[in-house]
T-cell receptor, first 119, second 117 residues
């Protein structure tokens, strides 16, 4: 089945030790998103890629970076994790708007998330 | 900027009964989309139902229906004949029609629904 896959599902890292989270998709969608979801809070968009174009949200800390080497894969790099970065990280995909009818809502498809623990 | 508010952190419903989850939002836009997403424990978020703001008719998907009140900026979800599998965190989300090429969502803080026997 076509899907969004996130690896690993659980990641433990040490304070200040760089960590990379992985997302892959078989939907061939143009757009990939990374959200941060802290306990009892709403998912918060960090950034998204439209094809190779990177779009950072204004309030995303510099500590968070992303790479998209091809259509299928997208990585979230946390350069120096702090205790406040412990959260669930959700990857999502959607079709791009280009060439799509104006009223197409372009559903987002989510992965199961990676729960990051910072010790 | 748009905001989405879910004022019920937790709700409980008995199996086979009906429950309504509340959501309000704030926007200055006239055209947008609203969604309810379901996030079961340790599983991915899935779309339950969507509503286009330009449509007056309330969306319905099997046991799930919405009450969309555009003037009041209210978007509640009704689950009829609740089942044990409905237990999950439910998120209300907003999407502008004018987000360019991406489908950026603004989420509420969620309502955790428990279903009891």
């Amino acid at each position: 089945d076509a899907m969004v896959i996130q690896n690993p599902r659980y990641q433990v890292t040490q304070f200040g030790k760089p960590v990379t989270l992985s997302c892959s998709q078989t939907l061939n969608h143009n757009v990939m998103y990374w959200y941060q979801q802290k306990s009892s809070q709403a998912p918060k968009l960090l950034f998204h890629y439209y094809d190779k174009d990177f779009n950072n949200e204004a309030d995303t800390p510099d500590n968070f970076q992303s790479r998209r080497p091809n259509t299928s894969f997208c990585f979230l790099d946390i350069r120096s994790p702090g205790l406040g970065d412990a959260a669930m990280y959700l990857c999502a995909t959607s079709r791009g708007m280009s060439g799509v009818s104006e009223k197409n809502y372009n559903e987002q498809f989510f992965g199961p998330g990676t729960r990051l623990t910072v010790l | 900027a748009q905001t989405v508010t879910q004022s019920q952190p937790e709700m409980s419903v008995q199996e086979a009964e009906t429950v309504t989850l509340s959501c309000t939002y704030d926007t200055s836009e006239s055209d947008y989309y609203l969604f309810w997403y379901k996030q079961p424990p340790s599983r991915q978020m899935i779309l339950v139902i969507r509503q286009e703001a330009y449509k007056q008719q309330n969306a319905t998907e099997n046991r799930f229906s919405v009450n969309f009140q555009k003037a009041a900026k209210s978007f509640s979800l009704k689950i009829s004949d609740s089942q044990l599998g409905d237990a999950a965190m439910y998120f209300c989300a907003y999407r502008s029609s004018y987000t360019g090429t991406a489908s950026k969502l603004t989420f509420g803080t969620g309502t955790r629904l428990q279903v009891t026997l």
